[in-house]
């Protein structure tokens, strides 16, 4: 089997890739190791990879799955950020793990995810699949933005305030949750509308069914708004332009920790209870 190892770039990460680079050579798999580097726009070949092991946190696993999730190939991913709701396994751990992946004892999980379109004039351009969320909000020195939200093709409100998320199940505990959306299970489908600081106190985050197709249409003065996906990727919006989420025909194949639940995380993170 073919392992590719996509590995933060911090040194703590670099060394844990280290130690399960050279586990996998010892149990006889084929491993390449490649550093994700943000300032550097090469991406590392996938020709025969089987398995993406995600070393770094919840960003690293962000940009992992875009970079697979047209191929199919199913990602795990180890912790060395500071969240850890992606990326799942500790490090004591991740060897056990691991077995459990290759043997087939671990069957992936099936994460939707979202596709974003951006019209802009007479031209709709794709800009990819994203984990995570879709978000247009006000840049730096803009007081507040504002847009109109259709689903549907049928408009339902305007926000005025400093953005908009649509989320993913997936996404509902990053973004969406600090501007106070509701978390949802992970293996749920759905899309999640969420403003952000709205002026108009009675906007409210919205859950949809996962087939709508939702419109963020910027309708304020160019360059005062702002596109983010995936908090990793973005720029800058005219007047006029419109942002466009569907739920993505490719899905994030992920493999959860076996001795975490999903509440478990949650308890964790949120220190609930």
């Not at 500790?90 to 979202?114: A, N, T």
């Not at 990727?233 to 076996?258: H, Q």
Request: glycine share 8%.
């Amino acid at each position: 089997m073919k392992i590719l190892l996509f590995v933060k770039d911090t040194q703590s990460a670099k060394e844990t890739a280290d130690k399960v680079k050279e586990f996998l050579k010892q149990i006889g798999a084929e491993v390449e190791l490649f550093v994700n580097r943000r300032e550097c726009e090469e991406k590392p070949s996938l020709e025969g990879v089987k398995l993406l092991i995600v070393v770094g946190g919840d960003g690293t696993f962000l940009a992992g799955a875009r970079l697979v999730a047209k191929h199919s190939i199913p990602i795990l991913g180890v912790n060395e950020g500071r969240f850890g709701f992606l990326t799942e396994v500790e490090r004591h751990e991740m060897e056990e793990v691991i077995r459990h992946v290759l043997d087939g004892s671990l069957k992936p999980q099936k994460r939707m995810m979202l596709s974003a379109y951006l019209r802009r004039g007479d031209s709709e351009s794709y800009m990819g699949d994203y984990l995570n969320d879709v978000v247009v909000s006000k840049e730096s020195l803009a007081r507040m933005v504002e847009i109109e939200i259709s689903v549907q093709e049928e408009m339902v409100l305007r926000v005025y305030g400093d953005g908009a998320i649509v989320s993913s199940p997936t996404g509902s505990t990053a973004y969406a949750l600090s501007a106070g959306g509701p978390i949802i299970y992970p293996l749920s489908e759905a899309l999640l509308f969420v403003p952000i600081c709205p002026h108009t106190l009675s906007n409210r985050p919205l859950l949809l069914p996962a087939h709508f197709e939702i419109k963020l249409t910027n309708l304020s003065p160019d360059h005062m708004a702002y596109l983010t996906l995936d908090g990793q990727e973005g720029m800058s919006l005219k007047k006029g332009d419109t942002v466009i989420v569907r739920k993505s025909e490719n899905y994030c194949l992920m493999y959860a920790n076996p001795k975490r639940s999903f509440f478990s995380i949650l308890r964790e993170k949120l220190r609930w209870g």
